[in-house]
């Protein structure tokens, strides 16, 4: 039982450049979620998902698309790179209904020069 | 989701009781008090939730006040290994179940 995998763990791009951060959970959650969190600052919703097919927007989505095909599944996709995209960005699954234990991934540092 | 408050940081000696404190003035009759951790550079970690029952499991103990206006949470124990960034949220248990709302919690430091 993996968790909650995020891919990569770093990355680095240059401004304009896109890229996909992948989240896979083993647990068959209903919710997954995307964070980001900057020095000195808690973590920020950017996308969220209910379910397959299903997505919304949280806090700060802009500069950042997400798609639910799956259960397991929940990518987040930088279309064209800004450097104030730089941050750490954690992926969350947790059940639906009465059962709310969150659980993050390791995080993914991600450097946008 | 209702707003919480805590302290900025607070320190306590290894093995000695760390009581974390936090405000929720405006909490709803449905919305529970959440505890998460963030030890540095990991995700967050779930710890406990409560609704106005004290909670206890194998981290740490939940406190709620009556009047459901303040709780906190209590590691029995402290080891060094809890030096870490605690976050006290309150939401519903169901529903917007994915929208965590993290403010800046309160950084504990356990000193030798």
């Known amino acids: 039982n993996a968790g909650v995998t995020q891919t990569p763990k770093f990355q680095v791009l240059k401004t304009g450049q896109s890229m996909t951060l992948q989240c896979a959970q083993d647990m068959n959650h209903e919710y997954m979620s995307w964070y980001r969190q900057d020095p000195g600052m808690g973590l920020r919703l950017i996308h969220y998902?209910?379910?397959?097919?299903?997505?919304d927007q949280g806090e700060v989505p802009n500069g950042y698309n997400v798609s639910r095909s799956t259960t397991e599944d929940f990518p987040l996709r930088l279309l064209s790179a800004a450097p104030s995209q730089t941050s750490v960005y954690f992926c969350a699954s947790s059940y639906g209904g009465r059962l709310t234990e969150a659980f993050f991934g390791q995080g993914t540092r991600l450097t946008v020069v | 989701d209702a707003k919480t408050t805590q302290p900025t940081s607070m320190d306590c000696a290894e093995g000695r009781a760390a009581n974390l404190p936090c405000n929720h003035s405006t909490i709803s009759g449905n919305e529970y008090v959440y505890w998460y951790r963030q030890i540095h550079s990991q995700g967050p970690q779930y710890i406990i939730h409560g609704l106005k029952n004290n909670e206890t499991n194998e981290m740490a103990s939940l406190i709620i006040t009556e009047d459901r206006k303040s709780s906190t949470l209590i590691l029995p124990h402290a080891t060094l290994r809890d030096t870490a960034v605690y976050y006290c949220?309150?939401?519903?248990?169901?529903?917007?179940?994915?929208?965590?709302?993290f403010g800046k919690g309160i950084t504990l430091s356990v000193r030798p």
């Open positions: 998902s209910v379910g397959a097919g299903i997505t």
């Open positions: 949220i309150v939401r519903p248990l169901a529903g917007a179940n994915s929208k965590l709302t």
